[in-house]
């Protein structure tokens, strides 16, 4: 069976922040058929998209898993279903987030799924905690690495580093 190494961004804005993270933390690791080598700093940022919302705590993970994309997905949404996700609001607030951010090198889109996420390079908020674990990593369309994408960032939000910190 083929280990793939994926990222995924975790975000929170609503509640107690940190305790969605990690709660999220704890499921990714009782993933099947997936380890996680480690998280990110936790950082504090701006809401993007729809900006009138309280502002969220993001991190990054490294993941290895024999799981397809779309089974990931699937399991990072009973993840968030079950830690009581309830917004629906695009860019909305949220309880808990989980999105894959680059699937070790696939470029791979069907009705379900789309990796690389397609806004990474645009998030500030998503770029900067990658860097934090990858930032060699090359975006596989646009073939800059996580350090170059997020130089070179548009956004200008606010993306600062907590004293919060998620144990592998």
Not at 9 to 38: E, H, M, Q
Not at 62 to 75: I, R
Not at 105 to 130: I, K, S
Not at 159 to 167: A, C, K, W
């Amino acid at each position: 069976m083929t280990t793939y190494r994926v990222f995924v961004g975790l975000g929170s804005n609503i509640g107690d922040r940190f305790k969605y993270l990690s709660d999220a933390a704890t499921a990714l690791r009782a993933l099947p058929d997936t380890s996680v080598v480690w998280f990110s700093a936790v950082y504090e940022a701006d809401p993007w998209g729809k900006t009138d919302q309280p502002k969220f705590l993001n991190a990054a993970c490294e993941l290895n898993t024999t799981l397809p994309p779309t089974a990931l997905l699937c399991s990072l949404k009973t993840i968030e279903r079950t830690m009581g996700r309830t917004a629906h609001e695009q860019w909305g607030p949220r309880e808990i987030d989980l999105d894959i951010l680059v699937y070790d090198g696939l470029v791979f889109e069907d009705d379900q799924v789309c990796v690389p996420h397609r806004d990474l390079e645009h998030r500030r908020f998503a770029l900067v905690p990658l860097r934090d674990i990858a930032p060699d990593l090359v975006h596989p369309v646009n073939g800059l690495t996580v350090e170059e994408m997020a130089a070179a960032c548009a956004d200008q939000g606010r993306v600062v580093r907590t004293s919060y910190h998620i144990p592998v």
